[in-house]
Nanobody
Framework: QVQLVESGGGLVQAGGSLRLSCAAS????????MQWFRQAPGKEREFVAY????????YYADSVKGRFTISRDNAKNTVYLQMNSLKPEDTANYVC?????WGKGTLVTVSS
């Protein structure tokens, strides 16, 4: 059973930065395709970013392209989401995903 635990969320002013982490256990992380999603209050979950097993291929939602960077450290079984130039509309619970497995998320709040 794969477990995913996110951390790094918090309150930040618009224009600021945060780095989220997602630590995986219970499987061979180096083979996982990992994704970040987010869900804002009252809204549906939306895709944020994708990274392949080696980190050589990434993909972003248009809303975060150029501001967010996904990366991974397979030696640490961890995927990251560096978020820069944050906007109030980035406020959401950020969740990492591998296949059918989901973490509980970490809350990011961006104040204007």
């Amino acid at each position: 059973q794969v477990q995913l635990v996110e951390s790094g969320g918090g309150l930040v002013q618009a224009g600021g930065s945060l780095r989220l982490s997602c630590a995986a256990s219970g499987g061979t992380f180096s083979t996982f395709v990992m994704q970040w999603f987010r869900q804002a209050p009252g809204k549906e979950r939306e895709f944020v970013a994708y990274i392949n097993w080696s980190g050589s291929n990434t993909y972003y939602a248009d809303s975060v392209k150029g501001r967010f960077t996904i990366s991974r450290d397979n030696a640490k079984n961890t995927v990251y989401l560096q978020m820069n130039s944050l906007k109030p509309e980035d406020t959401a619970n950020y969740v990492c995903n591998y296949g059918p497995f989901w973490g509980k998320g970490t809350l990011v709040t961006v104040s204007s």
